[in-house]
């Protein structure tokens, strides 16, 4: 009966610094995202694993980005060298099956503050 | 492409008032249409979803929204406003094009005693 959690729930880093944040999905869902939600620019997706495919990674904004997910369930975001910019609240979402029509479930997020 | 304009990124309405928020999309296949609310420090949460059928759909909390393709809207409404609605709403669109979400802007709907 869990949700989807993340941890840390706060991180604090300084410039240039790389950081992990972790996302546990539902158990039994397939589908997991990556979302970033900074005041400038909103709600905006970073990536998509489904099952064993190879993950859409259309929403990475550079290539300081990287996430994986380990044996279908837990996944880490990775952003290297980080920057003032990368400052956001990073939110991972799980679904059952295929997020188009599924309901996507949230975590609560990691708010990243970059020094 | 997808997008989705939410107008108005401040609501503000009297306890027991309508609340309106307002949701306009643009998406070049049948889009499937969600509304979520997030509470302060908390993750978001499913309001409702218009998928296929039904173009009235009823969701948590009293809410219900209306998917217009004519006017490519998908309003979202309650009869009467509680103090606990308080908090941040999000239209988003998606189709089979694609696999995540596309999102509006955020209402922050604002509830006066």
């Known amino acids: 009966g869990a949700g989807v959690s993340q941890s840390p729930s706060n991180k604090v880093t300084e410039k240039g610094k790389d950081v992990e944040l972790r996302c546990d999905p539902i158990s039994g869902h397939t589908a997991l995202y990556w979302y970033r939600q900074s005041l400038g620019q909103g709600l905006e997706f970073l990536i998509y694993f489904q099952g064993n495919s190879a993950p859409d990674k259309s929403g990475l904004p550079s290539d300081r980005f990287s996430a994986e997910r380990t044996g279908g369930s837990v996944s880490t975001l990775t952003i290297q060298r980080t920057q003032q910019e990368d400052s956001a609240v990073y939110l991972c979402?799980?679904?059952?099956?295929?997020?188009?029509?599924?309901?996507?479930?949230f975590g609560p997020g990691t708010r990243l503050t970059v020094l | 492409a997808q997008s989705v304009t939410q107008l108005g990124s401040h609501v503000s309405v009297s306890e027991g008032a309508l609340v309106l928020l307002r949701c306009n999309y643009s998406s070049s296949v049948p889009p499937y249409l969600f509304w979520y609310v997030q509470y302060p420090n908390q993750g978001l949460q499913l309001l409702l979803k218009?998928?296929?059928?039904?173009?009235l759909v009823k969701g948590i909390n009293g809410f219900e929204a209306e998917f217009k393709k004519s006017e490519t809207s998908f309003h979202l409404t309650k009869p009467s406003a509680h103090m606990s609605d308080a908090a941040e709403y999000f239209c988003a669109v998606s189709d089979n094009a694609g696999n995540m979400l596309t999102f509006g802007g955020g209402t922050r709907l604002m509830v006066k005693p």
């Open positions: 218009y998928t296929t059928g039904a173009t």
């Open positions: 979402a799980s679904s059952f099956d295929r997020g188009f029509t599924d309901t996507q479930y």
